[in-house]
Nanobody
Framework: QVQLVESGGGLVQAGDSLRLSCAASGGTISTYFMGWFRQAPGKEREFVASISWKSMTTYYVDSVKGRFTISRVNAKNMVYLQMNGLKPEDRAVYYC??????????????????WGQGTLVTVSS
């Protein structure tokens, strides 16, 4: 089972961009559907985006469509989340996720095989 480590979070202003990275070790991500979830203070963890094993399919939550882009480089064991046009409501801890099955917007967090430790994104207005 892979281990996941996120990076790239930080404090930005509304309208700015950030790129989150997820580095995998202990195995290859090529056998996993990869995704990003987030959890805002006082809220449940929610799906943000996911990408299929060979990048053929992506899913996004409606609130980030057109602003966020998920990508992966299997050869580097890396997954990315490019976040543009950040809004204060995007503030959350962002978690990288890996699952042997498809990760869809309806996928519950309890069904995810592997989680990273999270990286905090704060957006000031």
């Amino acid at each position: 089972q892979v281990q996941l480590v996120e990076s790239g979070g930080g404090l930005v202003q509304a309208g700015d961009s950030l790129r989150l990275s997820c580095a995998a070790s202990g195995g290859t991500i090529s056998t996993y559907f990869m995704g990003w979830f987030r959890q805002a203070p006082g809220k449940e963890r929610e799906f943000v985006a996911s990408i299929s094993w060979k990048s053929m399919t992506t899913y996004y939550v409606d609130s980030v469509k057109g602003r966020f882009t998920i990508s992966r480089v299997n050869a580097k064991n890396m997954v990315y989340l490019q976040m543009n046009g950040l809004k204060p409501e995007d503030r959350a801890v962002y978690y990288c996720a890996a699952d042997s099955d498809r990760i869809k917007p309806s996928t519950a967090g309890v069904d995810i095989d592997v989680w990273g430790q999270g990286t905090l994104v704060t957006v000031s207005s």
